[in-house]
Nanobody, 121 residues
């Protein structure tokens, strides 16, 4: 059974950077992985997706040019490098896996517990 664990969140000032990690266990992680974020009281927003081979990397318009998604399948790990952070980037960040290697924004079967990112002076 695939399990995902996020780490790397914290408090950062606007304009700062954070790098999040998502480590999978249970089997080799070649599933397409997306990052989502959620603010209490609001729906979860999709942030970015990376395909199993890393050939496809997609981003929400709100983070394009600032966030970079990558993966190291040998380590069963997906990363989200966040730069030029804004207060609106605040939220709990989750990684989630699709049952296939291709990116999409639906049918995510496995979710981590999330890691909190707070962007504030």
């Amino acid at each position: 059974q695939l399990q995902l664990v996020e780490s790397g969140g914290g408090l950062v000032q606007p304009g700062g950077s954070l790098s999040l990690s998502c480590v999978g266990s249970g089997f080799r992680m070649r599933n397409a992985i997306s990052w989502f974020r959620q603010v209490p009281g609001k729906e979860r927003d999709w942030v970015s997706c990376i395909s199993g081979s890393s050939n496809t990397r997609t981003y929400a318009d709100s983070v394009k040019g600032r966030f970079t998604i990558s993966r190291d399948n040998a380590k069963n790990t997906v990363y989200l490098q966040m730069r030029s952070l804004k207060p609106e980037d605040t939220g709990r960040y989750y990684c989630a896996a699709r049952p296939t290697t291709t990116c999409g924004r639906a049918n995510y079967d496995f979710w981590g517990q999330g890691t909190q990112v707070t962007v504030s002076p």
